[in-house]
């Protein structure tokens, strides 16, 4: 069965370092997310990605964070310079088209700043 | 801002009765209705879904209830089995539009 794949697993960093967070979305889906976990909470939504171009981004999503298509397969969330609020899950998705509803969602890449 | 509230944070349930886990939301604009089951370090997975246009979806032991008029919907599991202990979301979205927002999460335990 398809599934979203993200690398890596777990990365820890310095406060201030950059991250890249690399997935690997299902090969025929459209759109693509990133969303958010700290631990204990909610599952809060970062962007979404659609036609090489963010659609729709929440306030969490500022200057220090991106996003790219750097070719047919990849999707990465760049963070430029890492808080410890940072730390948290960090889940990848994507999604077929606008008509189908499901987000299918990938294992989660735990990201700690020390 | 909640959108969509899980007002239960937890959950526990005999092996074999039905579980019922609710949600609430206040967008009346959602149209689309999913339930997720998330292991701890894993991935939320997909579980159901429905169109406001049903009531009731229905998938193994699996049903999704919808109330519009209330703006809540409840996922229904029978009969409970050890392995369903997980936390479950349960998430909205206007179709056409891009973010699913979710709610906080019910964690049930279902004891054998």
């Known amino acids: 069965e398809p599934e979203v794949t993200q690398t890596p697993s777990h990365q820890v960093t310095q406060m201030g370092q950059e991250v890249i967070l690399r997935c690997v979305p299902i090969s025929n889906h459209l759109y693509f997310y990133w969303y958010r976990q700290i631990l204990g909470q909610k599952v809060e939504f970062l962007v979404s990605f659609y036609n090489n171009e963010i659609s729709e981004k929440s306030e969490i999503f500022d200057d220090q964070f991106s996003v790219e298509r750097p070719d047919g397969s990849n999707f990465t969330l760049k963070i430029r310079s890492t808080k410890l609020e940072d730390s948290a899950m960090y889940f990848c998705a994507s999604r077929a088209d606008l008509i189908t509803g499901e987000l299918f969602f990938g294992e989660g890449s735990r990201l700690t700043v020390l | 801002d909640q959108q969509v509230k899980q007002n239960s944070p937890s959950l526990s349930v005999q092996e074999g009765r039905i579980s019922i886990l609710n949600c609430d939301y206040t967008?009346?604009?959602?149209?689309?209705f999913l339930w997720y089951k998330k292991y701890p370090a894993e991935g939320p997975t997909f579980l159901i879904s429905?169109?406001?246009?049903?009531d009731k979806n229905e998938d193994g032991r699996f049903t999704v209830f919808l109330n519009k008029s209330a703006k809540h919907l409840s996922l229904h599991i029978v009969p409970s089995q050890p392995g369903d202990s997980a936390v479950y979301f349960c998430?909205?979205?206007?179709?056409?539009?891009?973010?699913?927002?979710f709610g906080t999460g019910t964690r049930l335990k279902v004891l054998a």
């Open positions: 429905i169109s406001s246009i049903k």
């Open positions: 967008n009346s604009m959602f149209d689309y």
């Open positions: 998430a909205a979205i206007h179709s056409g539009t891009y973010k699913y927002i």
